[in-house]
């Protein structure tokens, strides 16, 4: 158990419509990631967020957003959902220091019929 | 992209040591060498990682050569819950609180530990 909770663990939901993703990172982390892992892509980042202050940004949709609150807890917000969007979605922490490791959860499963 | 070449699939016995290597002949001075592992559609499990030392914990061993272009991970006595994915990864070394870098991952080697 990696500490860090995602939920939800599956989410089917239709084309167009709108989801969050929730993510609790492990305690004392200040550091939380988003990555998407869909079947022909492998493992994307798409943002990070450092104590609140987005860090950095991969190829992340302008569909998608994310913030972290004063908890430091995560969401990822999907809109306008299309078919390709389907993947699993991963939250991984970290203390935020030079150079530790990220934890990763194991994930939301989102399909979009 | 990926800085990091590794084998798309290995096989190791079940009680043997697995050896997976990795390449990554234009890592730079401040960068460091991770390894992760992803079992069937889990979160990735984070191993170990190393900048120039030969390092070990718990799971593994990460022995890097001397020139810093290539690593070797070694799973001293492989078992059947080793199957997975691993993933080599050349990370740099975060320079600011909070800007410890991300994770760029490319497409692994499938490891199969066959009983």
């Known amino acids: 158990d990696s500490g860090v909770t995602q939920t939800p663990k599956h989410l089917i939901t239709a084309t167009g419509q709108r989801v969050t993703l929730r993510c609790s990172p492990r305690s004392g982390d200040l550091s939380v990631y988003w990555y998407q892992q869909s079947l022909d892509q492998g493992l994307q980042f798409l943002i990070q967020y450092y104590n609140g202050e987005e860090r950095a940004k991969g190829n992340i949709l302008e569909r998608f957003s994310a913030q972290q609150f004063p908890d430091l807890h995560s969401e990822l917000n999907l809109s306008s959902l299309e078919l390709g969007d389907s993947a699993l979605y991963f939250c991984a922490s970290n203390e935020g220091l030079y150079n530790s490791p990220l934890h990763f959860g194991n994930g939301t499963r989102l399909t979009v019929t | 992209d990926a800085k990091t070449t590794q084998p798309p699939s290995m096989d190791c016995a079940e009680g043997r040591a697995a050896n997976l290597p990795c390449n990554h002949s234009t890592i730079s001075g401040n960068e460091y060498v991770y390894w992760y592992r992803q079992i069937h559609s889990q979160g990735p499990q984070y191993i170990i990682h190393?900048?120039?030392n030969n390092e070990t914990n718990e799971m593994a061993s990460l022995i890097i050569t001397e020139d810093r272009k290539s690593s070797t991970l070694i799973l001293p006595h492989a078992t059947l819950r080793d199957t997975a994915v691993y993933y080599c990864?050349?990370?740099?070394?975060?320079?600011?609180?909070?800007?410890?870098?991300?994770?760029?991952f490319g497409k692994g080697t499938k490891l199969t530990v066959n009983p």
């Open positions: 190393g900048l120039k």
């Open positions: 990864i050349v990370r740099p070394r975060g320079t600011t609180q909070g800007g410890s870098e991300k994770l760029v």
